[in-house]
């Protein structure tokens, strides 16, 4: 048993939705209210440290050296940054830091896909090198690339010791996929740092439910029926899998923000707040406001590490273009080692462009409740559309997907009664989640007051909903999240 809870299996990577984590973090938390209340601020930061080193151990096992070593080697260059007036010197120490970080993410995740293109261009011969791509590399290594870019710029003062650096990189809520921290609005927090009130307990319980309704109980029975249409991309007629495209809409969503909403509870019960990472992306009318509202962390990270030193929207209306572009193309990259991720980051790239481009010639009839309407379904329908593409096997897979929308056949009504039928819970399902992007901005937060002012016993019952809920819908093995490939 001890086996089983303490040592890395690789089969087995520990999630917000395994009992494991859930049995360790159970053990954890008294621990942690004792020494967060009642000793110093640096046994607090040592106890969190070795719990999240630990952690990331059981996710990706001996790769936590990695991770070690990398808060190490942005923490020193940093720290020569800041202290030194070489301006030579310091530039010297980011391009070092950016060639490290950068490096090691290309390794793992990009040198088979650009080895297999060269030998593609070069008629070579190509043999896949046996590489395991670190749990979360992405999301740290943009952490650890925006601190020492940060402190460079001045914008945050670095962290004088190591454990403190240590602990926001390795900050277990969010170290595997994401909200991306930023120095600037965390370390000051673990020197602030102060026990959650009753309030934010309660608030940050809510949030871990709410994510794993979304997680456990709505994306991964959705799932189910949105796999067999991507598995067998031309075995359903037109309607089923333009249903399942749709239904893969909704269950990235549900999976990626329930994950966020987790990461976000369990970092307020202990004392500490991670921003918004998904704010109802499907309400957008457009593509500049859906990059708004999805991934957060991402966007603005994009924007103001890429987009704007590039020259943002200062250069003129071509050079925007191009900056957008160059922009969804590295997030596109970011996603995945593959071109159907190229294609997918450079579509939105393109669509930001265009967007951009006509909103002078839209006046006054955008304004429209019609206009609305319709600028809503063109986005949504070219956003779902794009997920085909991030979510298929395979580029030919993708391309038969969304050809059989098209060319599968509709079915008669009978057709329509008989889905209907079978999948009626699917349909229930998600219905509530885009009966949930209905709701008035603020009604997320309105709903988590009123949890937090309900009594003990609503509380309860709705914990037992829940887990209920878990239990009946949950399959036999635990879904990992789609963004725990990242």
């Avoid at 070690?68 to 301006?87: E, G, Y």
């Avoid at 026990?195 to 709505?218: E, N």
């Avoid at 369990?266 to 109802?280: C, H, K, Q, T, V």
Wanted: charged share 15%; net charge positive.
């Amino acid at each position: 048993m001890l086996d089983r809870l303490f040592v890395y299996h690789p089969g087995e990577p520990m999630l917000f939705s395994s009992g494991t984590f859930w049995a360790l973090f159970l053990l954890f938390l008294p621990a942690y209210a004792w020494v967060a209340t009642r000793r110093s601020r640096t046994v607090m930061i040592v106890f969190v440290l070795i719990f999240s080193l630990f952690f990331y151990y059981k996710s990706s096992g001996a790769f936590v050296g990695l991770l070690a070593a990398t808060s190490v080697i942005d923490w020193s260059l940093a720290l020569v940054i800041a202290r030194s007036r070489s301006r030579a010197l310091r530039r010297v120490c980011v391009g070092a830091s950016l060639a490290f970080s950068l490096g090691v993410l290309a390794y793992f995740k990009y040198a088979n896909f650009f080895m297999m293109n060269l030998a593609a261009i070069v008629g070579g011969n190509f043999r896949p090198l046996d590489l395991v791509l670190p749990v979360g590399i992405s999301f740290y290594t943009f952490q650890s690339i925006s601190y020492v870019i940060d402190v460079y710029k001045g914008d945050v003062a670095p962290a004088r010791r190591w454990i403190d650096y240590a602990f926001f990189l390795s900050f277990f809520p969010a170290l595997v996929a994401g909200p991306i921290v930023r120095a600037k609005d965390f370390l000051a927090q673990i020197a602030d740092h102060c026990p959650a009130s009753r309030d934010k307990l309660y608030y940050g319980f809510w949030l871990i439910l709410l994510g794993v309704v979304k997680k456990a109980v709505i994306a991964d029975y959705i799932a189910q029926y949105n796999d067999l249409i991507f598995q067998t991309p031309t075995g359903y007629n037109a309607f089923e899998t333009l249903m399942g495209i749709i239904g893969y809409t909704m269950q990235i969503y549900c999976d990626f923000s329930g994950y966020s909403d987790m990461a976000i509870g369990l970092a307020l019960i202990m004392g500490f707040r991670l921003n918004e990472n998904f704010n109802f992306p499907y309400k957008s009318r457009n593509l500049t406001e859906f990059w708004r509202r999805w991934h957060i962390s991402l966007s603005t990270w994009l924007r103001d590490y890429v987009y704007i030193p590039l020259g943002g929207n200062r250069k003129g209306p071509r050079r925007t273009y191009v900056n957008n572009m160059a922009t969804m193309l590295v997030g596109g990259l970011w996603h995945g080692a593959a071109w159907k991720f190229v294609f997918w980051g450079g579509m939105h790239g393109l669509g930001l462009a265009v967007h951009k481009a006509a909103t002078p010639y839209l006046g006054a009839w955008s304004d429209t409740r019609a206009a609305r309407a319709l600028a809503w379904l063109m986005t949504m329908s070219f956003v779902a559309c794009l997920w085909v593409f991030f979510r298929a096997d395979t580029w030919q897979d993708s391309v038969l997907v969304v050809r059989q929308v098209f060319v599968g056949g509709w079915p008669g009504i009978d057709g329509l009664r008989a889905f209907a039928s079978a999948r009626m819970l699917w349909l229930v399902l998600m219905l509530v989640i885009i009966g949930a992007h209905a709701l008035p901005e603020g009604s997320r937060a309105s709903l988590g007051e009123r949890f937090v002012r309900a009594s003990f016993g609503v509380k309860l019952l709705i914990f037992i909903l829940v887990v209920q809920a878990v239990v009946q819908l949950q399959g036999e093995d635990v879904a990992p999240f789609i963004y725990f490939q990242f």
